[in-house]
């Protein structure tokens, strides 16, 4: 089995900076493209950023110069560094990943998303 467990998520002010973590577990092989998605309150699931096992990154527009995604790959783990936040970024971020992940002498590819961690910012 593979978990994807985020971190760090809370409560902030407007202008303010959050760092989300996610890491995984279990039995991993290797970590493809790692990422990060939002839903915001009565909206659908957006894509945040996205980071391939290489370093190369991909932001949505309205994130970039803004949010900064990140990988440390020996710890299997995803970081987001969240500045100048506002009010609508308000949401649920969830963690996602492509594993290459073993089960016994089974090797297989699959994609797994964490439960999620809550951002809401306010004054």
């Known amino acids: 089995q593979v978990q994807l467990v985020e971190s760090g998520g809370g409560l902030v002010q407007p202008g303010g900076s959050l760092r989300l973590s996610c890491a995984a577990s279990?039995?991993?092989?290797?970590?493809?493209?790692m990422g990060w998605y939002r839903r915001a309150p009565g909206k659908q699931r957006e894509l945040v950023a996205t980071?391939?096992?290489?370093?190369?990154?991909n932001y949505a527009d309205s994130m970039k110069g803004r949010f900064t995604i990140s990988r440390d790959n020996a710890k299997n783990t995803v970081y987001l560094q969240m500045n100048s936040l506002k009010p609508e970024d308000t949401a649920v971020y969830y963690c996602?990943?492509?594993?290459?992940?073993?089960?016994?002498?089974?090797?297989?590819?699959?994609?797994?998303w964490g439960q999620g961690t809550q951002v809401t910012v306010s004054s």
């Open positions: 980071i391939t096992g290489g370093g190369r990154t």
């Open positions: 279990g039995n991993i092989r290797s970590i493809n493209d």
């Open positions: 996602n990943a492509d594993v290459f992940a073993y089960s016994g002498a089974y090797n297989f590819e699959q994609n797994y």
